[in-house]
C-alpha cells in the first residue's frame, strides 16, 4: 500500500495557548507517527495554498472576507465566541486545505492507494458563509468539491463527536457528495437531526446518526455495519473521505460518547475494507477534533497503520463502556434511508 501524506510546520504558527485547538495537537500526531517510524513510510506531498477559485466552490465571498479582515490586524481576534484567528491564520488555513488537495490529486492520479492529511486548522464546522467551531476554511468539503471535477460520486463520512454542521450546509442539496455524520446529540453545535436529510435534489443524501452520551463501542460498530456501509454501498462512491476526530473517545474532555481506540480502529479498517469493495481502495482520512492528546496521536497512528495495510492496533488506554442500546436507532434510520 501506498499512502500520500500531508502535514506542514506551518500550521504550527496558527496557536493560542489555552485554547483546545492548539499547536500542541499537530505536534503530538507527529511524534508519534515518527516514533512508529510511520512518516517515512508514506508518501509526501507537496504543500500548496488553496486559491479562492477552490475556496469559493465551497464558501461564500462573506467568508473570504472576514478571514482577509483578521489578516490585517496586528493582533488575534475571536471570530464568535468559541474560534480563533491571527493575522496569519488565513494564509495557514489555505495551505492545510491547500495539502489536503495535493493529496486528493497523489490520490486520484494513482500515485498512491490512499491518504492522509494531518492539518489545521480543522474544517468541518465552517459553514459556506462563516468560520466557527475553532475551523477556519471547510479543508474536506474544499477536497470534495475540488475531487467532483474529475469524479460523480463522493462521499464523506463524520465521526468526529461533533456534527459537521458546515459540511452539512454545503452539501445538503447536492445529490453527488453523499455525507454521513456519527455525533454525540444533544452537544455543539446543536445540529445534525436524524430529520436532517438533504433538501431539493440532494434529498437522502444526508445521514445523521445522532447518538447519546455512554453510546460505546458495540454500538458503534452497528451503526456503522448496518448503516454506514449499506447507505455507502448503495451510493457507490469512486472516492471516500473521512472527517477523523477523535473526541468520541472515553478520555476526551469536550464529549461523553466513551469509544476506545480500538473501537477507532475497528471503524477505520471497515470503513478502508468498503472502499476497496467500491471505489478501489481510494479513501483519504483528514484530521478535525480530538482535544487528548494521547488519545489524539494514539488515534491517528492506528490511522496511518491501517491505509498502510498493517493489522497492528495501539490501544494502552483501554475499553470505554456500553450502557446505551441503539437498535432502534439502527431501525429508525433503516426505514427512514430505505436501507
Known sequence: MTTAFHTNPRFAEHTQAGHPEHAGRQTAILNRLSELELIERMLPTDPREVTEAEIRAAHRESLIATLKKVSEFTDPVMIGLDTYALPVSYEIARLAAGGLLNVVDAVLEGHADNGLAIIRPPGHHATPNRP?????????AIAARYARQRL??????DFD??????????????PSVLFISSHQSPLYPGTGDITETG???GQGA?????VHPNTGNSAYRALYQEVVVPALQRFQPELILVSAGFDAHWRDPLAHIQ?????????TRLLITTAHELCGGRIIFVSEGGYDLE???EGMANV????????TVHDPLGMGMDTVSVTALIQQLKRLHHL
Open 199 to 201: 433538501s431539493g435534489q
Open 295 to 297: 488519545v489524539l496521536s
Open 304 to 311: 496511518a497503520l491501517a491505509l498502510l495495510g498493517e493489522s
Open 206 to 210: 444526508t445521514i445523521n446518526i445522532p
Open 259 to 267: 469509544l476506545s481506540l480500538t473501537a477507532f480502529a475497528d471503524l
Open 132 to 140: 466557527m467551531g475553532f475551523c477556519l476554511l471547510n479543508n474536506i
Open 161 to 174: 463527536v461533533h456534527h459537521g454542521n458546515g459540511t452539512q450546509d454545503i452539501f445538503y442539496d447536492d
Open 152 to 157: 460523480e460520486r463522493v462521499a464523506i463520512v
